[in-house]
């Protein structure tokens, strides 16, 4: 008998037949008893073309159809066909047209906690859980751990979707490693048990199916009662198992999901599970779909069943070794990942491993150091020991962490906040054969610290397999170094020199490990380290020392003093960058920082509540520095990028000018995003003028309707300000020479214009005259002062002089900053001051300023409580017409602005013991101790003698022994420069003489002269004052004593040898009166010397003038002598690269200083090259043309101007007409 004979006595023998809708067809044969009844299981799956073929069975009486609308549909590919509807069931229609049905609504699979979000999206809260699955017996707990519960939405937000191979399907190695993490773990936990698991995986995806088969293979086959199926949401349509964990894979900021958001797959895939539910997914991408799972998310979070899967360790670990494998790291540089979320450890790394991190070529190889980094940041560390042995001082405390061939060291530190706590420094990544050296130099370094300090560091911590640092309460001072303290560092010279160097390094100050700046590791940090940006052109936020911290951390007004090099900008920076960051924090949240990420949005543009703060400074070179470096340390804080915008080229502005072109001169409607304004003081007074009333300019008559563009007017006040504004200079050439020599004889220059400016018309006092200058008697009487060095004859003449200043300034048309200050005041004083009011001013380098220019920012914050930080330096006074010691500065304050502020209310009580005291920084950062105890000893003469004039500051520390500066002995009859220079001509060296990190500082204009009219351009050649704020490796300060004004007058330091007990020879008798230029000459000394890093040269002509302070240092062992002969000439000159050179070339061009910048390009060998230098002197040539144009040729020159634009040069040469 056939097979089929035998199938269709089956058939037609049969009263229940079951078979699928399209081979029911072969029930229609003529030999067959009719049906009765026709149930249609899964009927919202059949489309209804298909589902006519059982409905032509002939008889049917009754056809019951049972299905699902909510659930998958049938399989149309076709999509013209799927919008014809070609898709859509006879259930489906009946359903749509009303037609009755009876609601089965009690399930019988799912616990409650797994059916409460399908009930409510899909099915209006109509379905009821039976008895039984509500019951606790019900409840499974598979895994420990609170993301493993019945129900549970785990955020992977690091997971990265791809196409496959073919780039049909999409899938996420990140969701496929946790799923074979959990399928693992589950496993483990099922192990030994005679329980039967069954285990769904669920993806929409094909390529995920296959993804997570190919990782599972066939290795739980042979398990008998242990079942894992991996199928898509198609697949696993009608099944169920104990276990279900989806695998969402979608992975993107844009909220794309494809067919993930059909309703109908969603609802079959929340719908498989018996007693668990584990949903992975990526939360921002489903949050932003605008579909059901942003729903479900939202759900999950209100029920407390989110989790994130970093918060599991084996996730944790899982996702970061499924990055590394798959090349994935970039994802990791998000804030919001686990590598910064898990972060136990503060690290601090230095600027060596930057510099070094950046060399490494392969972009693997530096996200596998940043992978290391951050997870011994966790509490990771290796089971093995270190790879190399280290000495008994340094065991425990350095570390060594193998990244593919290369070794990342590490030093455990404490460091000193509201707490002690342990932090880890990143010293380098070397390769081995680098590794022993350094340790060398960290065990030399090491052997500085105290043993207390030293135990503290080893002491280890641990949490399960973790090793978190140790904390400690402030209640007791740990003290890391032996012995640090200024007074040990200036005692050495008297108990030798091998005593001192015990506490100190032994390093060139470029090369020191303790003056390495170190940077935290974060997330910006990070993205900016993995840049093309290789770590050149964007300053990072470095860390400060526990001096400096606790000043940025003072909530009230603030005075800051510190001698060069001491970190007061850095202090003020980072003070005005904390409270930037606190106010964003207060109000936008911390929460709420990635989304302005997102956007795009900066901290600043994102506040519309704008905290208004203000940084001031004179140079318009700090200015700018500043504001870069705050608007690059502020990119940090809100994830943006920012590129090297300085280079040379773009450089076009010298006063200032270009940086504000978009800042009006007014307080007034400054757009928030503007804020924090870093503004010269020049800028300060002009925004001021153009606030109140009527300018002060006005009264100079000047022809504004000759320029129709305000950005020309604003050029042409600049380019007025900049002819008529009476400096120094200008004083010294074009008005001294008019004064008669009856009221001249015997005054200095200098003196008379620091009086004129400082006292008769910036002074206190003056504040309390109608014009803001002092009377003739009220200016003479200054000399009963108790701190008077001028006499009443001498105040008399020297106000004379200053009463034909003033008749002669009229008379030119000409004004001095004075003038301005003292305008401003006076309508200060009555009229209000409109515009925006600053919440915190910073002022850097106060010392350029007089009272009466301090005195003005009362009236622009009123803050006076907390909003006020003064920082300076009064020995580096040297800027002419300036006067005033940082006392001064608190005297005003309190005078000025706090008893301003509370008005009548305190009249009565003096209550100036509230004011913060002076904080001094005394960590130098700048040069070495040889260095610094020279400077202090000039420091000790200034404050012996002109107590009055300088602040006393405890002696500055370094942590950085270095040679003691030389005193160099020229030959019998030999010029000392020709000795130095002279032969170096002829050795061939691709650079002769100085490099550019050299200088030789002289006094004045006719020096510079001189000895370049020796040596050409083998040397850089400085006056003292051009060098202020510059900083060289070496110095030559030459013939300082023997071009000095003071002469023999030198011999008066004797006196103070004496009373010391250094030497015993006669001398002069101090008197302030006859003696006062030395107050300046100390100065302008105390500027040479601490110019300098590395090495100091003083050299002089003739040794009678200089041999007083000689001997002082001589005495006190502070210096060595040396005669100049060719090896030692050698010895000194250091050659350049050409990057070298064209960096100086760009500190001289901020210092206006063309001379030295155009020496300084022609010097380097490559860079800008010779079209910016043209640029450069083109400028120049501009600059003193536009100085000397006659007012009749005003229009002409105007027109000439917009025709220079009209060719393409409007940026630079609108900036020659503005300055």
């Known amino acids: 008998m056939s097979k089929e004979l035998i199938r269709d006595f089956c058939i037609q023998k049969a009263s229940l037949v079951f078979c699928t809708a399209s081979s029911s067809y072969r029930l229609h044969s003529p030999d067959m008893e009719p049906f009765d009844l026709l149930v249609v299981d899964e009927a919202a799956q059949l489309k209804e073309c298909e589902s006519v073929i059982p409905f032509q069975l002939p008889c049917l009486r009754h056809t019951v159809l049972v299905g699902d609308e909510c659930q998958l549909p049938a399989v149309v590919k076709s999509q013209l066909s799927e919008e014809a509807g070609y898709g859509r069931s006879l259930f489906e229609r009946l359903s749509s047209?009303?037609?009755?049905?009876?609601l089965l609504n009690v399930q019988y699979r799912m616990l409650p906690s797994i059916s409460q979000f399908p009930n409510s999206a899909f099915y209006c809260k109509q379905i009821l859980d039976a008895p039984f699955v509500k019951h606790k017996t019900y409840e499974k707990r598979y895994l420990p751990g609170r993301c493993f519960g019945p129900y549970s939405f785990i955020n992977v937000p690091l997971g990265k979707e791809e196409t496959d191979d073919v780039g049909h399907s999409q899938r996420n190695m990140v969701e496929v490693a946790l799923v074979m993490n959990l399928v693992r773990s589950l496993f483990k936990a099922w192990s030994g048990s005679k329980k039967k698991l069954s285990i769904g995986v669920i993806s929409p995806y094909a390529a995920q199916?296959?993804?997570?088969?190919?990782?599972?293979?066939?290795?739980?086959?042979?398990?008998?009662?242990?079942?894992?199926?991996?199928?898509?949401?198609?697949?696993?349509q009608g099944g169920e198992e104990d276990i279900i964990i989806i695998s969402t894979v979608r992975s993107n900021s844009g909220g794309s999901i494809g067919f993930l958001s059909s309703l109908q797959r969603t609802n079959v895939a929340l719908t498989r599970a018996r007693h668990c539910l584990w949903i992975l997914g990526n939360e921002r991408t489903l949050l932003e779909s605008n579909s059901v799972w942003q729903a479900l998310v939202l759900d999950a979070k209100d029920r407390q069943c989110f989790f994130h899967a970093d918060e599991d360790n084996d996730m944790r670990t899982t996702i970061l070794d499924v990055k590394k494998e798959y090349d994935q790291l970039d994802d990791l540089l998000n804030a919001d990942t686990i590598l910064f979320k898990s972060q136990r450890w503060k690290v601090f790394f230095s600027d060596n491993f930057r510099k070094s991190f950046v060399k490494l070529t392969s972009s693997r190889l530096r996200k596998s150091v940043i992978n290391t980094l951050v997870t011994v940041a966790s509490g990771w560390r290796p089971k093995r020991k270190n790879?190399?042995?280290?000495?008994?001082?340094?065991?425990?405390?350095?570390?060594?962490?193998?990244?593919?061939?290369?070794?990342?060291?590490?030093?455990?530190?404490?460091q000193k906040e509201s707490i002690y706590t342990q932090v880890l420094r990143v010293w380098d990544v070397l390769p081995l054969e680098e590794v022993a050296k350094l340790l060398k130099r960290l065990d030399n370094i090491f052997s500085m610290y105290t043993d207390e300090f030293i135990k503290l560091c080893k002491e280890k911590c641990l949490e399960g397999d973790l090793e978190v640092p140790k904390i400690w309460k402030l209640c007791r001072e740990i003290r890391q170094y032996k012995s640090i303290s200024s007074e040990s560092q200036l005692n050495h010279e008297s108990t030798g020199a091998e005593d001192g160097r015990s506490c100190v390094e032994h390093s060139r100050v470029s090369e020191s490990l303790l003056l390495m700046k170190f940077y935290s590791l974060s997330s910006g940090v990070v993205n900016h380290l993995l840049s093309d940006l290789h770590g050149e052109a964007l300053d990072l936020p470095f860390e400060v020392t526990n001096e400096e911290r606790e000043i940025i951390q003072f909530s009230r007004s603030s005075f800051i003093l510190g001698r060069s090099g001491t970190g007061k900008t850095t202090v003020l920076t980072m003070k005005l960058l904390q409270k930037e960051q606190q106010h964003h924090n207060s109000v936008e949240g911390l929460n709420k920082a990635g989304k302005q990420d997102e956007d795009n949005q900066c901290v600043g543009e994102a506040i519309r509540e704008t905290l208004r703060q203000l940084f001031v400074t004179v140079s318009p070179k700090l200015c700018y520095a500043v504001k870069q470096q705050i608007s690059q340390l502020k990119s940090f804080a809100c994830g943006g990028s920012f590129s090297a915008e300085n280079s040379l080229l773009e450089i076009d502005d010298l006063d200032g000018t270009t940086q504000f072109r978009d800042l009006p001169n007014s307080f007034i409607g400054i757009p928030y995003m503007k804020y924090p304004l870093v503004i010269t003081f020049h800028k300060f007074l002009l925004m001021l003028d153009g606030t109140i009333g009527s300018s002060y300019f006005d009264r100079f008559h000047l022809k504004w309707d000759l320029f129709e563009d305000r950005s020309l007017r604003s050029a042409a006040l600049r380019s007025f300000i900049r002819e008529k504004e009476v400096n120094y200079e200008c004083f010294c050439s074009s008005y001294w020479p008019h004064f008669s020599t009856v009221l001249t004889k015997n005054l200095d220059h200098s003196r008379v214009f620091t009086e004129i400016l400082s006292y008769i018309k910036g002074g206190l006092k003056s504040g309390d005259f109608h014009d803001g200058k002092l009377s003739k008697e009220d200016y003479i009487s200054l000399s009963e002062h108790r701190v008077s060095s001028i006499s009443a004859e001498k105040r008399e003449r020297i106000y004379g002089i200053f009463q034909d200043y003033e008749k002669m300034k009229m008379e030119r048309g000409e004004y001095d900053?004075?003038?301005?200050?003292?305008?401003?005041?006076?309508?200060?004083?009555?009229?209000?001051?409109?515009?925006?009011?600053?919440?915190?001013?910073?002022?850097?380098?106060?010392?350029?300023?007089?009272?009466?220019q301090i005195a003005l920012f009362k009236y622009i914050c009123r803050n006076v409580e907390e909003g006020f930080v003064f920082s300076g330096d009064t020995a580096q006074t040297i800027a002419r017409g300036i006067d005033f010691r940082f006392e001064d500065i608190r005297n005003l304050f309190y005078t000025e602005f706090v008893m301003d502020s509370k008005g009548d209310e305190v009249s009565h009580r003096k209550d100036k013991g509230h004011l913060s005291p002076v904080f001094q920084l005394l960590q130098n950062f700048w040069t070495h101790a040889g260095v610094l105890k020279l400077a202090q000893r000039v420091v000790d003469l200034l404050c012996h003698y002109f107590r009055h004039s300088v602040d006393f500051l405890k002696p500055e520390t370094s942590l950085i022994y270095g040679e003691a500066p030389v005193l160099l002995k020229p030959g019998a009859d030999e010029n000392a420069i020709l000795t130095i220079f002279g032969n170096t001509g002829s050795s061939g060296e691709k650079m002769i003489g100085f490099g550019a990190e050299q200088v030789i500082l002289v006094r004045d204009e006719s020096a510079k002269k001189e000895i370049s009219g020796y040596i050409g351009r083998q040397a850089l050649i400085l006056t003292i004052v051009e060098c202020k704020g510059l900083e060289f490796?070496?110095?030559?300060?030459?013939?300082?004593?023997?071009?000095s004004p003071l002469r023999n007058q030198w011999r008066v330091v004797y006196e103070f040898m004496k009373g010391k007990g250094v030497v015993d020879i006669s001398f002069p008798n101090f008197c302030e009166e006859r003696h006062s230029l030395l107050c300046s000459e100390l100065k302008q000394l105390y500027v040479a010397i601490t110019r300098t890093r590395q090495r100091l040269w003083i050299c002089e002509c003739v040794e009678e003038f200089s041999k007083p302070m000689f001997d002082y240092w001589r005495g006190l062992c502070l210096v060595e002598t040396r005669e100049i002969d060719d090896s030692l000439a050698q010895a000194m000159q250091t050659s350049s690269t050409p990057e070298e050179w064209r960096s100086r070339g760009v500190k001289f061009f901020w210092e206006k200083n063309y001379e030295w910048q155009s020496c300084a390009l022609k010097k380097q060998e490559k860079g800008i090259g010779r079209k910016g230098q043209r640029q450069l002197d083109s400028g120049q040539l501009l600059r003193e043309f536009v100085i000397r144009i006659p007012k009749s040729l005003a229009p002409t020159y105007v027109r000439r101007l917009k025709f220079l634009t009209q060719l393409g040069g409007l940026r630079q040469q609108q900036n020659v007409f503005m300055i």
């Open 97 to 102: 047209l009303g037609h009755s049905k009876l």
């Open 209 to 236: 199916v296959l993804a997570i088969k190919g990782k599972l293979g066939r290795r739980y086959d042979t398990h008998d009662g242990f079942e894992v199926k991996v199928k898509s949401v198609d697949g696993f």
């Open 387 to 414: 790879v190399d042995s280290i000495s008994e001082s340094s065991s425990q405390i350095v570390k060594q962490f193998k990244v593919e061939g290369l070794f990342v060291v590490c030093s455990i530190d404490i």
């Open 817 to 852: 900053i004075a003038d301005l200050v003292n305008d401003l005041h006076s309508r200060l004083k009555y009229q209000h001051l409109d515009g925006d009011k600053v919440d915190f001013v910073y002022i850097d380098e106060v010392q350029d300023l007089t009272m009466r």
């Open 1033 to 1043: 490796q070496d110095v030559l300060l030459y013939n300082f004593f023997g071009s």
